[in-house]
């Protein structure tokens, strides 16, 4: 299983920019269906974007479609949220998760491994 370690978070201004890194060991992030989501206080986890295992499919939820940019870096076995125009709504935890390689999916259930999270504020 793929073990996953998010950084990057922290607390920024509406219309700063951020970039979160999400680090694999044990499995090769390209083995796998890789996506971002995030939870706001007293809500659900949502689906944000999504990469599939040979990068040439990627999702976005509408709320971040045009801000909002998911990379792989196969090298450094990371991948990445690139977070511009940021929005206060846009305050969460982000986490990163790897469902199987054929999957293309935006629920929770489909991913077996998570990363603890990293904390985004945006203040206004």
């Known amino acids: 299983q793929v073990q996953l370690v998010e950084s990057g978070g922290g607390l920024v201004q509406v219309g700063d920019s951020l970039r979160l890194s999400c680090a694999a060991s044990?499995?090769?992030?390209?083995?796998?269906?890789m996506a971002w989501f995030r939870q706001a206080p007293g809500k659900e986890r949502v689906f944000v974007a999504g990469i599939n295992w040979r990068g040439s499919t990627i999702d976005y939820a509408d709320s971040v479609k045009g801000r909002f940019t998911i990379s792989r870096d196969d090298a450094k076995n990371t991948v990445y949220l690139q977070m511009n125009s940021l929005k206060s709504e846009d305050t969460a935890v982000y986490y990163c998760?790897?469902?199987?390689?054929?999957?293309?999916?935006?629920?929770?259930?489909?991913?077996?491994?998570w990363g603890q999270g990293t904390q985004v504020t945006v203040s206004s």
């Open positions: 044990g499995r090769s992030v390209s083995d796998h269906y």
């Open positions: 998760a790897a469902a199987a390689w054929y999957r293309r999916t935006t629920k929770t259930a489909d991913f077996g491994s």
